[in-house]
Structure formats: structure tokens, C-alpha cells
């Protein structure tokens, strides 16, 4: 589409707008109706460690909303010359699960309580012989447990609950509301009828230690819609909040909200049966689409939904690619103190190419990348921890190999337990996240880790607010009810084109091998957090 039609959509409101809160990024980006992206901004932010909880302060979300659409809005300005002031539809993302409580006045009880704290295995463990169905410590019913169980105050005074995606939502629509996928992280979702599980919700509602509050579960809970159905209008509050400089009007209409996990499988196509996704950075998460039920509850493997209420087993791991960017900063240092300015896209495609000379099993190298817990390896603490035993080989190349190998083995030991155990089949797993944007490298090794084919998408780098606007399209433009996956298939992935990796035979043994050498090194990593508990 030319720049003269691009402004002319933009003065009509032809476009939508996607929002993404991740976990070090926010990001928003403006898409026409033919899927492009015409303007972004972005801010970045770092969760906080509040009294042993991992937060996000309320006043940051609000101000990285803002300065992201103000960024973006100066964008359209620049390139097109015309004032950003009407958007078709608006859809929000946000990273999964987590804590937010409201009492009847709007206000916050608790600080946010988010995906990355390992604070409620007591409420996990219970909730999961009550249901029968695997409850992770990051959904929101498990922190809701976790806090009646530690009798904390507020719990009394709970009105609503909900996601940051839904939160948000909330406060730029008013309306209460969760897409299907993201509400399958609060609470277990009934495929039949892609709501909570009323079973469920009964089992959790006659416990001794719930009956003494005045709520009801599903009260208190957000609305759960499907994609494609209308969740609200941006209302006059929600623009000024949205927008500070007063420009953009009311009226856009506003999709479900969803996790990051749902815009991962709506960026990659990968809603239809037997089709998954891959989305590594803060976390990693692996999405398979299930064409049969599993075999058995494990604890390790979370079952939640497309943003269409689909079946999908899920890998969550709490750490992937944060310790990576860490040394590579430092070897940035050191290039700056060498006189040398390198570009983060330059600094990590060398020392990305050159982990490819290592050996197949990073020359008994072991790299723990946790910044945070480690729900897969149950670990309830974070200890970035490298180690190596004195024949081990160390060099530049087995060093950042084993910091990429790091960054897929908790996602590869849970992958382990769908694909060996649950022999689950695929027919494509599409990979995304900042780690592929350095061509073949991360890829390459990922297939091997699964010994699984993986494929990459143009837009590997940037999936999550696209997909989310992609999603607030879907509701303005199905067609007699046109589900998702056909909508992806027809007209946003038509003409698409992805690269495909085969696994290697010598590299699936080399890290298979360096997998045992994790394992047999955690008892290592377990000790340092005993050892070193936080004060």
C-alpha cells in the first residue's frame, strides 16, 4: 500500500491498533487492514523485587502505555503528515497469569503479583488434587488460593480479578472481560463451552477455607469471550488515558484481550490442530494445539486454549534468554573500552556465528539462565550460576553455545514430557522472540534440542502486538462467522513465507549430552540457593 493511501486509511480510522505489555518491553504498533505495520513505539521496563515479590509498579504500566502510543502517534505524524486520531479497533496483550486484585472503588489491593514469582506452590499442589487438571503456580487462581491459605487481609475485599491484559482493558473500556486464552490462565476453561469450568468452580466454591467470603468465584471474575467477539469501545476516559495529548476520539471498537502466549499462536499461524508455536525472551513458552486428549495430568505441562478455545498443551519456563543478553552486554563493555561501537544487532550475530565453531556438546560446559524460579526444575529461587568442571573446554565459541543451549534446556525438558511421553505429533512448530533474529543460529539449535523441525516467519522479532492487532481485526472484518483459523490461513498468512531448519544428527547427541550434563549439574545450582537466600 503507497504512503497516499496509507494516510488516507490512517484520517478514516481504517486501521488497528496493537498493544503488548511483555515482560522487559512495551510495545504498541498501528497495522492497516492488509496486515502492515505502518508505525510503532515502544518503551522498556524491568520488573522489581518487592519484599521477595516480582512487581510491576502501576504508575509504569500507565506511563509505558503512554509514551509508547505518544512515540508511535509522532511516528504517523512524521512519515504521513496527518494527525493520528481515529483507530478502527484496538486490541491489548500482556504477558499471562499473575495477580490482580480490585476492590469495589477500582483500587489495586496488593501490588501486581506477576507470572514470575514462585511464591504459591502450597495453593498449585492443593488446587490440582481438587480438579484433577494441572494448576501452575502463575495462574491467577493459584495466587488467589495462595492468599487465603497465608490468610492475608485483603482477600476479603476482593471485587474483581484479573489480568494486566485485562486491566488494562478494563480501564480503557470499562468492561470486565478476558479473551478465552488468557482467561485459561486464570482459571480452567471448559472446551465445550469455552467458559470456566463450572465443575471446577463448584469444587473451589464449597471449600471450608472460600465459603467465610462474601464473593462468588465467578463474580469476581472477568466475562470470558472468544476471539472475534466485540469486548467494548474505547470510552472517552480510556482515549485520555490512552492518549495524552486529547487527539484520539472514543469510539474504537475494543477486542478480548488476550496473554502473550495467544498472540504467539495467532503471530505464528498456529491455531489449527496439530500446529504449535515457540516464543522465546524473558520466559519461553512452547504452544502445541492438540488434536486428542492427553493421557495424564503432569505438573510440568499447562493445559490452556487458542484465543478460539482450542485444546493446547503448553511448556512454561520461567527463564530463556535474559542471562544471554547479560553477557552480551558485558562483551559490549568490553568492545566500547577497546574503542569499538558496535551495534547490539552486529555484537550478537558475531558472537552468535561464532558459538557455531563449538563443540556439539559445548565442551562440558553447564549454564544455569535463571534470573528467577525455575518451575520446570523446581526451583523456587533465581541464581544465574555458570559452571564448569576443570577438563571442561572453555573458549569463546563452547562459552556462548552453552549460553544459547541455556536458554532452550527447561523448555526442552518440559517439551520432553509431550513428545516422549504423551507422544504428541506436530506438523510444524513455529518458532519467534528477539533470540531468531540472528539468522539460523538459535533456530538451528532449538531443532536439535527437540529434534523437531522448526520453522521461522518474517516477522520472528516481533509477533506479539501484530498478532494482537491482527486479533482486533479479526472482529471488525470475519465474515458469517469465519473462525480464526480460516481467517489466519485465507488472508493474513496467504502469502507468507517462513525458513525451515531440519534437526542434525551429531548436534541432537551433542545436546543431549550437554541436557545430561545440566541435569547432573543441578543439585550445583539448588545448593546456591539454599546457600545464598535472598535478604
Not at 3 to 14: A, L
Request: proline content about 4%; hydrophobic content about 40%.
Amino acid at each position: 500500500m503507497d504512503e497516499s493511501r496509507v494516510r488516507d486509511e490512517i484520517v478514516s480510522g481504517n486501521i488497528s491498533l496493537g498493544i503488548e505489555l511483555g515482560s522487559t518491553r512495551i510495545k504498541e504498533v498501528l497495522v492497516t487492514n492488509d496486515f502492515q505495520t505502518i508505525a510503532s513505539g515502544d518503551y522498556l521496563w524491568e520488573n522489581e523485587l518487592d519484599n521477595g515479590i516480582w512487581t510491576y509498579p502501576i504508575e509504569k504500566i500507565w506511563d509505558g502505555i503512554q509514551t509508547s502510543y505518544a512515540t508511535l502517534a509522532l511516528a504517523v505524524h512524521d512519515k504521513y503528515g496527518v494527525e493520528l486520531k481515529k483507530i478502527g479497533s484496538i486490541g491489548v496483550s500482556a504477558m499471562m497469569h499473575g495477580y490482580m486484585a480490585f476492590n469495589k472503588d477500582g483500587q489495586l489491593l496488593v501490588p501486581f503479583r506477576t507470572w514470575r514469582n514462585n511464591i504459591t506452590g502450597q495453593a498449585a499442589e492443593s488446587l490440582t488434587k481438587l480438579f484433577n487438571f494441572n494448576i501452575p503456580e502463575r495462574w491467577s487462581i493459584a495466587h488467589l488460593y495462595q492468599a487465603i491459605l497465608n490468610k492475608e487481609d485483603h482477600v476479603k475485599d476482593v471485587d474483581f480479578l484479573t489480568t494486566l491484559a485485562g486491566y488494562v482493558t478494563w480501564k480503557l473500556s470499562g468492561q470486565r472481560v478476558l479473551g478465552v486464552g488468557d482467561a485459561s490462565g486464570v482459571f480452567p476453561i471448559d472446551e465445550k463451552t469455552t467458559y470456566y469450568d463450572k465443575g471446577m468452580v463448584d469444587k473451589f466454591n464449597k471449600l471450608p477455607e472460600v465459603q467465610q467470603y462474601p464473593w462468588n468465584l465467578v463474580d469476581i471474575l472477568p466475562k470470558v469471550l472468544p476471539a472475534g467477539e466485540k469486548a467494548g469501545e474505547l470510552n472517552a476516559e480510556g482515549a485520555k488515558l490512552l492518549d495524552q495529548s486529547g487527539q484520539l476520539e472514543a469510539g474504537s471498537l475494543i477486542a478480548p484481550p488476550e496473554g502473550d502466549a495467544g498472540t504467539g499462536m495467532v503471530s505464528t499461524n498456529s491455531v489449527k490442530k496439530r500446529t504449535g508455536n515457540i516464543s522465546a525472551g524473558t520466559s519461553a513458552f512452547s504452544m502445541v494445539v492438540l488434536d486428542q486428549p492427553m493421557k495424564a495430568v503432569h505438573r510440568d505441562i499447562d493445559m490452556v486454549t487458542t484465543p478460539d478455545g482450542a485444546p493446547v498443551a503448553m511448556v512454561h519456563t520461567n527463564n530463556s534468554s535474559s542471562d544471554i543478553n547479560a553477557w552480551v552486554g558485558l562483551f559490549g563493555e568490553f568492545a566500547k573500552a577497546l574503542g569499538l561501537q558496535l551495534k547490539p544487532d552486529d555484537l550478537y550475530g558475531t558472537l552468535f556465528a561464532e558459538s557455531v565453531k563449538g563443540d556439539q556438546d559445548a565442551g562440558g560446559l553447564v549454564n544455569f539462565a535463571y534470573l528467577s524460579g525455575e518451575n520446570i526444575t523446581k526451583l523456587p529461587e533465581g541464581r544465574p550460576l555458570f559452571v564448569r568442571k576443570p577438563d571442561a573446554k572453555l573458549n569463546l565459541a563452547n562459552f556462548i553455545k552453552t549460553q544459547i543451549y541455556s536458554a532452550f534446556a527447561p523448555l526442552k525438558i518440559g517439551m520432553d514430557i509431550l513428545l516422549r511421553e504423551e507422544h504428541i505429533k506436530t506438523n510444524v512448530l513455529v518458532a519467534q522472540g528477539g533470540i531468531f533474529k540472528t539468522p539460523v543460529v538459535a533456530q538451528q539449535v532449538l531443532a536439535d534440542a527437540l529434534n523437531t523441525p522448526i520453522s521461522v516467519m518474517e516477522n520472528a522479532g516481533e509477533g506479539g502486538p501484530w498478532g494482537m492487532a491482527v486479533l482486533a481485526l479479526f472482529c471488525v472484518n470475519r465474515n458469517n462467522g469465519e473462525s480464526l483459523e480460516d481467517y489466519l490461513a485465507n488472508r493474513v498468512f496467504k502469502d507468507s513465507t517462513k525458513a525451515t531448519l531440519y534437526p542434525e544428527s551429531a548436534s541432537v547427541q551433542g545436546y543431549d549430552k550437554f541436557i545430561d550434563n545440566y541435569k547432573a549439574a543441578l543439585p550445583v545450582e539448588s545448593q546456591a540457593v539454599k546457600s545464598m537466600k535472598m535478604k
